[in-house]
């Protein structure tokens, strides 16, 4: 594989996957109902994220950078360490898995970004986060 390939994908109706360097991002986002007032103009998403290491070298996630843009354009920028309050060490063969959420102003949007990973050696390198559809029942239209 080119190490500097990413391959991005749809794999389901409502998960997509991304493989950089040797590691699959995975991710399902879940539109949460009892979480959002559409009158208000607030709606909430969970996403599920499966990271897992296809190399042959332990990795740690260091740090992440959001780009969530809403159905209006306005885009939001979120970066900082780790991830749910972790730097998890991701062994050969094995995947770390966490959920978060990420509220909009508007019916629908989307997000995509990547993760800093960091190699027993020193090195680092971005893995990419595959940019996903934030599609509530309260749009008429899918973004992706």
């Known amino acids: 594989m080119n190490e500097d390939k990413v391959d991005f994908m749809k794999i389901s109706e409502d998960s ?51 780009r969530i843009t809403d159905s209006l354009g306005h885009t939001e920028e979120v970066q900082g360490e780790g991830v749910v309050g972790e730097q998890p060490v991701i062994e050969p063969g094995f995947v770390f898995e966490y959920t978060s959420g990420a509220p909009l102003n508007t019916a629908s949007g989307f997000m995509g970004g990547h993760y800093s990973m960091h190699k027993n050696d020193g090195t680092s390198f971005e893995v990419e986060i595959p940019a996903f559809s934030l599609d509530s029942p309260y749009d008429s239209h899918t973004l992706n």
């Open 16 to 66: 997509y996957e991304a493989i950089t360097q040797g590691v699959r991002v995975s991710v399902q986002p879940i539109y949460l109902e009892d979480e959002s007032d559409p009158e208000d103009g607030r709606y909430f998403w969970a996403y599920q994220v499966q990271i897992e290491n296809l190399s042959a070298e332990p990795l740690q996630l260091k740090s992440r950078y959001w």
